[in-house]
Each structure stands twice: as C-alpha cells, then as structure tokens.
C-alpha cells in the first residue's frame, strides 16, 4: 500500500542533544510537510517542500531544519533540542496546488526531551 | 482571538446516536474546509472537504460550511463505536502562490461512542 512511513516511531533525546526524524513516502507527492503536535493541541505547520523549492513558516524556530534529499525522503533536524520541543511529529504529503487540502500523514513520531 | 476555536471535549456519546462537531473562525478569508480524523496513536487522515459555503453528504457523514457565521460542523449519524477518534477541522484560503496548503487545524474534538 502506498504510504507515509516515519521513523522512528519514539525518540529520547537529551537537552541539546541533535536529533532527526525520518519520512519518507511511496505517494510520489510532490509536497512533504512537517507538523508539530503538542498534547491536546492543533498540529502547527513547521515547513513543507515543494518538489526542491523550501517554505519555512515565519514563527518556525531556527532551531528547526529539514532536507528532501529526493521525492521519497523527507528529514526534520532540531538542533539543540529543549524540553519545550517535546511533542509528536507529523510528516505530511500533497500532490499540491488544488489537491493541496488533502494531506496524508504518517503515524508521527513522539519525542521526548530529557 | 484563535484562528480556529473548537472545543476539545471529550464527547461520549452512545451507539447510534446523532453526532454534531463544530468548529469557529475568524479569518472571513477561509474558503476550503476539511475534516480530518485522528485514531489514537495515528496520524490524521481526511475525512470530508468543502470548497466555500454548502452541505456536503458521504454516507453517514455530513459537513456544513456557513461562512456568513464563520461556523461549520460535521454530523455523523448512526454513529459506531469504530467513529471514536479525534476529529480535527482545518481550513485555508488558497493552495496557489506560497502557500501551497497551508491547513489551520482546531485543536480536535476528542469522541467516544460507547456500544
């Protein structure tokens, strides 16, 4: 079946301590986002790709990168870490332009910041 | 004032019984409206959408968009104990320039349907 695979699906990192999280996708989308889900709250947009072209949100922290090395493969990198960055992350694909509403999203990967 | 208000719940609700979601907003500049649920541990994955204002039916689902009330909801008849999730709206104004799909989500309604 064609999907939206993360990984991985936990991740432990100590304050400060560089971490990334994996997406990567069998939909040949053209469009991968990233979301932030903290508990109880609404996913935040983070950036999205664009085929290559990058789009970071204005209030995304610069503490937060990310790297589409080709279609398939999608990577968030957070730097230093801090406690306040514990939250799921959501990997998200779109064909774009007017079927940019419907999103497929991966299973998210749940961090924890110690 | 948020974007997007929706009130979190939880919802319990017995089986067979009429479900209403509602979500609010202020940003008159809305024009797609989508519904997304949210198994446990799962990512979100759409459920219904909506361009502009309107009803729109899929099965036991229906979404109603009144954009004079900045309002819309998602009813869910005959409900089952498979509907429990968390469904979430979100909206955006246009998928064209630099936004290519920047959605809005509320916060998500947490429903329980009880057998």
């Known amino acids: 079946d064609a999907m939206v695979i993360q990984n991985p699906r936990y991740q432990v990192t100590q304050f400060g301590k560089p971490v990334t999280l994996s997406c990567s996708q069998t939909?040949?989308?053209?469009?991968m986002y990233w979301y932030q889900q903290k508990s109880s709250q609404a996913p935040k947009l983070l950036f999205h790709y664009y085929d290559k072209d990058f789009n970071n949100e204005a209030d995304t922290p610069d503490n937060f990168q990310s790297r589409r090395p080709n279609t398939s493969f999608c990577f968030l990198d957070i730097r230093s870490p801090g406690l306040g960055d514990a939250a799921m992350y959501l990997c998200?694909?779109?064909?774009?332009?007017?079927?940019?509403?419907?999103?497929?999203f991966g299973p998210g990967t749940r961090l924890t910041v110690t | 004032q948020k974007e997007v208000e929706q009130d979190p719940g939880p919802l319990s609700v017995p089986e067979g019984a009429i479900v209403s979601l509602n979500c609010t907003y202020s940003n008159s500049a809305f024009q797609y409206f989508m519904w997304y649920r949210q198994y446990s541990r799962k990512g979100p994955e759409l459920l219904m959408y909506t361009y502009s204002s309107g009803n729109k039916e899929d099965g036991r689902f229906t979404a109603q968009v009144d954009k004079s009330s900045k309002y819309i909801s998602l009813f869910i008849r005959d409900s089952q104990p498979s509907d429990s999730a968390t469904y979430l709206c979100a909206m955006s104004n246009s998928f064209y320039g630099g936004s290519q799909g920047n959605l809005i989500f509320g916060k998500g309604t947490k429903l329980s349907v009880k057998p």
């Open positions: 939909l040949n989308h053209n469009v």
């Open positions: 998200a694909t779109s064909r774009g332009g007017t079927s940019s509403y419907e999103q497929y």
